[in-house]
Nanobody, 125 residues
Framework: VQLVESGGGLVQVGGSLRLSCAAS????????MAWFRHAPGKEREFVAA???????????YYDDSAKGRFTISRATDGNAIDLQMDSLRPEDTDVYYC????????????????WGQGTQVSVFS
């Protein structure tokens, strides 16, 4: 099983970035796929999740810090997610991780078994 993130980088305050995560080695279509972020010295923090709602329906959930600025989307086969990040702030600077799992609650990192290697997002003013 492999999760591979891409799309991180350096961006000015107010700018946008789009992160992508592609999963392989297993079918994740009914799993929760999510984004977390982690800064040195801090706990890993939930950002957004995509949950399976049956058939081809997926639901999106966001941490309060991401609502209205970030959008999570899921590929039709369920094995990839993107995170569109707009109106970026300096406090969004972190390493962002993609995760996949099938336990609840989906807001905590211990509910996930599979993780990507992380991609750095840096927001400067």
């Amino acid at each position: 099983v492999q999760l591979v993130e891409s799309g991180g980088g350096l961006v000015q305050v107010g700018g946008s970035l789009r992160l992508s995560c592609a999963a392989s080695g297993r079918t994740f279509s009914t799993y929760v796929m999510a984004w977390f972020r982690h800064a040195p010295g801090k706990e890993r923090e939930f950002v957004a999740a995509s949950t399976w709602g049956g058939r081809r329906t997926y639901y999106a959930y966001y941490d309060d810090s991401a609502k209205g600025r970030f959008t999570i989307s899921r590929a039709t086969d369920g094995n990839a997610i993107d995170l569109q990040m707009d109106s970026l702030r300096p406090e969004d600077t972190d390493v962002y991780y993609c995760a996949a799992g099938n336990r609840k609650p989906f807001e905590i990192d211990s509910s996930y078994d599979d993780w990507g290697q992380g991609t750095q997002v840096s927001v400067f003013s």
